[in-house]
C-alpha cells in the first residue's frame, strides 16, 4: 500500500527550526521527484521545496537559503529542514509524489512560527 506519513511539525518561536520527515511505504520513495507543499488558512497550496532521485533541488523563492529538502534511500523518508522560520511560514506542509500516473499526498504536519 503506497503511503505518506508527514511528522516534525510543531510550535516554534521565530528565528527557530524544524525538521520535518516523510517517511514513505509501498515503493513511492522511488518516484523521480519528492516533494513538499504547504497551505496556510485561506491561502492555495504551495511548492516549498522539491528533489529529484538524483538529488536535483529546487525550492520556493520564499524559503531559499533557510530551507533544505534532503532524502534518504536507506529508510525511504524525505527530509525538510527549516531554519531561520518566520511567522509567515505557518502552515500545514504536505509531502507530496506521483506515483504511476497517479498523485500521493501525506495527511500533513502543522507547523506554527510566532513572532
Known amino acids: 500500500q503506497v503511503r505518506l506519513v508527514e511528522s516534525g511539525g510543531g510550535k516554534v518561536q521565530a528565528g527557530g527550526s524544524l525538521r520535518l520527515s516523510c517517511t514513505t511505504s509501498?515503493?513511492?520513495?522511488?518516484?523521480?521527484?519528492m516533494s513538499w507543499y504547504r497551505q496556510a488558512p485561506g491561502q492555495q497550496r504551495e511548492l516549498v521545496a522539491a528533489?529529484?532521485?538524483?538529488?536535483?533541488?529546487n525550492y520556493a523563492d520564499s524559503v531559499k537559503g533557510r530551507f533544505t529538502i534532503s532524502r534518504d534511500g536507506n529508510a525511504d523518508t524525505v527530509y525538510l529542514q527549516m531554519n531561520k522560520l518566520k511567522p509567515e511560514d505557518t502552515a500545514v506542509y504536505y509531502c507530496r509524489a506521483p506515483y504511476f500516473g497517479d498523485d500521493y499526498w501525506g495527511q500533513g504536519t502543522q507547523v506554527t512560527v510566532s513572532s
Open positions: 509501498g515503493g513511492i520513495f522511488s518516484s523521480n521527484v
Open positions: 528533489i529529484t532521485s538524483g538529488g536535483n533541488t
